[in-house]
């Protein structure tokens, strides 16, 4: 029987996640995790602690909280806003991910005495060899590893994600055979603002947003925006054109300039050929020249791609054009194991 620190989020992954770890007979702890929330925002906190606290009162099992507000602040929400500031879109449920639930959560988990901390992720741990590895969640629609590969490999071994092998309708079946109050509650959005405010709206209370110049591709002013700041490669609304009888796509961020470019054929923006930094690799370095499947996105679409190490970074060679934004993660696999990746850089 192990010690297991439950992040109990206030959802049906996390609660089921700590009725099937009592079920085997582990010593279950459910833990809240507050973080940072915008004041000018209406967030759902509160109830989704009660909903832990009730969660963890029906099963009969210890309920702490752990108040990770500054860390959340610091290393999600201002690393966010500092990509926005260079023109880079990021992604934060990666960042949330690797900071604070398999960072700072587990880091705190394992000082207060748990042997493991769990979590509601679609994933699973395989164990061979005395090496664990990162896979997909059998359910491939809510397969959630794009956002956990950069969990570091030693603490896989310490980490449980019961849900993982399970598809969601038997996850709430097993919610409502439980009692579980949350069976029917609707997904969380992850980020606390997400759904309630726009990005250009959220960052209007960190940065300045200007109007700005439109461009077309050949440098020519043909509309503004109201801040370079808030868009991402290949949108097609929020700025205003002269006239426009095509659909029309951003396909350059100046950020410096307060500008955009935008153009009605989207092919301008595809790359064949990418670099990637800042790369995390769960077991081991991908093999040059070996053919793995990628993601640029969570639940976007599958590509072939191979990697090669040049200095700090990695030269990424994909199988034909396609649309990538800097800051968000390119994560590479291996079957369904999921082999790491890095941030878009160029």
Known sequence: MARVYVGLSGGVDSAVSAALLKEQNHEVT?????????????CTWREDRLDAMRVAAH???PFREVDLSDDYKREVIDTMIRDYKAGITPNPDVLCNEKIK???FFDWAIQEGADHIATGHYVRVVERGGTCSLHRGVDIEKDQSYFLYRIRENDLARSIFPVGSYAKKEIRARAVAFGLRVAAKRDSQGLCFVGDVSIPDFLSRFVRMERGDVLDTNGEVVGEHDGALAFTIGQRHGFRVRSAEKALYVVGIHAKRNAITIDDDLSTALQSSIRMCDAHWVNSEPKKNKEYVAQARYHGEKFLARVQKEGDTYAVVVDKPRLFSRGQSLVLYEGDRCVGGGIIDS
Not at 34 to 42: D, G, M, R, S
């Open 102 to 104: 398999f960072g700072s």
């Open 30 to 42: 459910g833990v809240f995790i507050k973080i940072w929330q915008p004041e000018f925002i209406e």
């Open 59 to 61: 099963l009969g099992i």
